[in-house]
């Protein structure tokens, strides 16, 4: 009978109590009420049953005539006020209430018996423990606001105390909220662990050829093969909702973000704000985030004592016995377990793997996340089939642009026209910067990004300060600020390290290209292992050659795991994680050679000029030059005796891409001469100037904006100005330096007539998305020349601006008669990145449209939004057939 009046008691409990919470607006939620009332019939019937069974107070009825009349009870309206008393009054319920009721519901059943001392010892012992459980939780509610009030306060900043940037004091911190961006995760799908077939064929057919291939010259083609996924990807706000199962892994690079994003899952459930993490707005769950680092340094290595320990650290009063087993034991808790990679030892690694299976089996109906980077984590871990992994994702192009967008409006809160600028300065310097642009996919890098333009005002023309600091970042001082011991070598110092990457990246580069325009030449173990011991032995250290090779496994296993600088791509094949890492440290390996012949820059200019491979080596390494060896350099530069070159110009483009560095060139001649041979150049009418050409003139010249030739580049063209056509001059104006000025003319060009689509254009190319800019588009969209609002929708697309008002105008004309304005529409609308329900439902709705270039373009629109709901699923695979 027990178990079934507990039965009976958490139904009726589900059906009253979330009334009584109304009622009596208490901060105990309706899971704690009926615990609490199945607590008290719980202790009820443990005294009922220590009686004789003939005082047990539902001796003498069945089952159904018990359940019947304790539902009656339960329900009735002075039961329920009784119920509320331990809120509204901090007392007992009224035992003599209680029974007064319990005797006028049972005399309405006049055959059921009871003796009176059954009933009153009932339900007093009832009334007594759910007072004491209702009093319990109280103090659990309580004590779990201070708790969270205190997590918000330590988690819910940004210190970039690992990062190498002078910066000003109060540029050091930044709150989570305002910055975070959210990441896409992609699912990772088990591996096909049949690396093993057989290839049939004919005599002659090529199997030995194809095989060759595959091994000789395919590996960087085989690398993108292994790293293919067929998973889902989507935003990392949805996993907590996507996922079926509770706990699951999310794997993600150095720099990632995955620590930042557990903060974020933190902070969002610290503040009831569920709704951001895909889950229902009236869902409860309690934080707990652990730092595995900081696990890893207890004295005890309890998860639970962990946790009330580090509550006491962030300063929560102290807490009610049993608070945590309180939320973990309903499933009410969200168990976030950071940076298992941060265990350093193997062995010690696998000992917290069964510590947190251990605890995770133990409290099994909470979620949880597990994250870590790759390197040192191993899928025997968390199987698959329990632990769904996850694989945290670059940022693309949108994301990126949010980031900046909230980081400039964190930074200058009071002053929104000064972030704006900064904002439009930051993305400018971006797109004119395509080895930059690739690292800022990398939330940690484009941070150090968005700190340095934030002090010093723009990003360095002289890219290797940058790579500077991120690389001494990821090399040195990450995990030294984060308090973790990872350094485990045995004869190299951690100021060596450096020296060690620059030679080793110089002979990986030497090595030849990589098919990869982003990750580095992949390089086998072995060859990385050989080449290391070699350079530990040279550099002074007193080791034999056999100590030397497993110094040099230590090294790349902490290369690898701890900086992120070297990933292991494919089965023991190694490569810089950024291919600008690569020839940055390249680049200061030359450098560091120079200083006993200067001769040796000058042999890598003469054999490397117009090497692709080597031009980002050479212009980094060119950029460090002082004045005297800077003039050397441009000197052989444009002296060299290149093919063709009075029809490709290549050496002359190359000295101006050196200008573009901000070069320490002091021969103002020698500047004048470079600068003159691109001007002239820009306005020939030869018909040896062609396009191509005058569009890397372009390009060179526009690049030189922020650099000490700026304005002396606008000078020359300006004189040039009866040879150049007035929307190209703008558009040289506008980059070097005089962009609200343009701005102000294309503005005030919009009071005449015939000049919509030209004005449409040029705004675009501005790339400043001002509420001024983008009022003067909307206006160009109800224009009644069809180009001007195909050109006006074109340029709304480039500025990225999302507001609603500029979605619902874009919206609008996804209904124009004019194909050619559907289809920018269409185009504008997916390079906003707004996935929302409405942008959907109209691109689906252009799947049907009659002209094939506007379905063609909602296809394109639809695939940057990244939106993989069924319904668009369905209609993509549907298009299949058209």
Not at 364 to 371: D, L, V
Not at 492 to 501: F, G, R, V
Not at 595 to 611: A, C, K, P, Q, T
Not at 637 to 665: M, V
């Amino acid at each position: 009978m027990s178990v079934e009046l507990l039965t009976i008691a958490g139904s009726v409990g589900k059906a009253v109590f979330p009334e009584i919470v109304k009622k009596i607006n208490s901060e105990l939620n309706p899971t704690d009420l009926e615990k609490a009332l199945k607590a008290g019939v719980q202790s009820a019937q443990e005294w009922d049953a220590n009686q004789d069974s003939d005082k047990h107070l539902f001796f003498r009825c069945t089952p159904k005539d018990a359940r019947e009349l304790l539902e009656r009870f339960f329900k009735d309206t002075g039961v329920q006020e009784e119920l509320q008393k331990p809120f509204t009054e901090k007392t007992t319920p009224n035992l003599q209430v209680l029974i007064q009721i319990f005797h006028r519901i049972k005399s309405e059943k006049p055959n059921l018996e009871f003796r009176n001392e059954s009933i009153e010892h009932w339900l007093k012992k009832f009334a007594d423990a759910y007072f004491e459980h209702t009093n319990t939780y109280l103090k659990f509610q309580i004590a779990k606001s201070d708790y969270l009030k205190q997590l918000l306060g330590y988690f819910d900043g940004v210190e970039f105390v690992g990062i190498k940037v002078k910066t000003k004091e109060e540029e050091k911190f930044a709150k989570l909220p305002q910055i975070f961006v959210m990441p896409n995760v992609v699912e990772q799908v088990k591996e096909n662990t049949g690396n093993k077939f057989v290839m049939l064929g004919e005599p002659g057919i090529g199997k030995t050829a194809f095989m060759n291939y595959l091994v000789n010259y395919q590996p960087q083609q085989n690398l993108l093969w292994e790293q293919q996924s067929s998973g889902k990807k989507f935003s990392a706000q949805e996993l907590l909702k996507e996922n079926t199962r509770n706990k699951f892994v999310v794997l993600g690079e150095p720099g990632i973000g995955k620590t930042t994003l557990m903060s974020y899952f933190a902070v969002m459930l610290a503040e009831q704000q569920t709704e951001k993490l895909g889950l229902s707005a009236d869902l409860e769950l309690l934080p707990i985030l652990i730092r595995i680092r900081d696990l890893g340094k207890a004295s005890r290595k309890n998860l639970l004592e962990y946790v009330r320990n580090f509550a006491n650290s962030i300063h929560v009063k102290e807490l009610p016995k049993g608070f945590f087993e309180h939320w973990l034991e309903d499933g009410r808790a969200l168990i976030l377990l950071d940076g298992l990679d941060e265990i350093a030892k193997p062995s010690d690694r696998h000992e917290f793997v069964k510590i947190i299976h251990s605890f995770l089996g133990q409290y099994s109906q909470n979620r949880a996340i597990i994250t870590s980077r790759p390197a040192g984590y191993s899928r025997e871990f968390f199987g698959t089939d329990e632990f769904p992994h996850y694989q945290l994702e670059k940022f693309d192009d949108s994301q990126i642009d949010l980031f900046i967008q909230q980081w400039y409006n964190s930074r200058l809160p009071n002053n929104p026209e000064k972030a704006q600028e900064r904002q439009e300065s930051l993305k400018k310097a971006l797109a004119a910067q395509e080895r930059i642009k690739l690292l800022a996919g990398n939330p940690l890098l484009l941070t150090i990004i968005a700190l340095i333009h934030r002090y010093d005002a723009h990003l360095p023309r002289q890219r290797y300060k940058l790579y500077e600091q991120a690389v001494d970042t990821l090399l040195i001082n990450w995990d030294v600020n984060k308090g973790i011991e990872s350094w485990k070598l045995n004869y190299i110092q951690l100021d060596d390290i450096k020296i060690l990457m620059q030679r080793l990246a110089y002979w990986i580069h030497s090595q030849g290209e990589t098919g990869d325009k982003e990750g580095g030449t992949l390089i086998e173990r072995d060859e990385l292992i050989t080449q290391l011991s070699e350079y530990i032995r040279e550099c002074n250290y007193q080791v034999q050659k056999h100590q030397a090779q497993e110094e040099a496994k230590r090294l790349v296993d902490h290369i690898t795991e701890r900086c992120g600088l070297l990933n292991e791509q494919g089965q023991d094949r190694y490569a810089f994680v950024h291919k600008t890492f690569q020839e940055y440290l390249a680049g200061e390996e030359i450098r560091d050679r120079q200083s006993g012949d200067f001769n040796e820059v000058l042999n890598y200019i003469r054999d490397y000029l117009h090497n692709s491979h080597w031009r980002e080596v050479l212009l980094l390494l060119i950029a460090q030059q002082n004045p005297k060896n800077s003039k050397r350099i441009i000197d052989e530069i444009l002296q060299q005796e290149t093919p063709y070159e009075e029809w490709l110009h290549r050496n002359l483009f190359f000295a101006g891409t050196c200008l573009s560095e901000d070069l320490k060139l002091s021969d103002g001649n020698l500047i004048t001469d470079i600068l003159q041979r691109l001007v002239e150049l820009e306005v020939s009418n030869s018909r040896l100037v062609g396009e191509k050409v005058k569009s890397q003139v372009f390009q060179i010249l526009c690049n030189l904006n922020e650099t000490q030739f700026q304005a002396q580049a606008l000078q020359l063209l300006k004189a040039s100005t009866n040879l150049i056509d007035e929307w190209r001059l703008r558009e040289y104006r506008a980059a070097l330096g005089e962009q609200q000025e343009v701005l102000a003319e294309l503005l005030g060009l919009l009071k005449g007539e015939s000049v919509g689509y030209s004005v449409a254009q040029a705004l675009g190319k501005l790339g400043n998305a001002s509420p001024q800019v983008v009022e003067a588009l909307l206006g160009l969209l109800k224009d009644k020349s069809q180009s001007v609002r195909d050109s006006a929708a074109v340029a709304l697309g480039k500025l990225g601006n999302a507001s609603p008002q500029v979605v619902e105008a874009l919206l609008g004309l996804l209904k124009d008669k004019s194909q050619s304005v559907r289809d920018s529409a269409a185009v504008a609308l997916g390079k906003l990145g707004n996935a929302s329900p409405q942008v959907v439902e109209a691109l689906l709705g252009l799947l049907k449209d009659e002209s094939e270039s506007v379905r063609y373009f909602a296809v394109v629109a639809l695939g940057n939004l990244g939106n993989a709901s069924p319904q668009v699923v369905e209609a993509l695979l549907g298009l299949l057939k058209d």
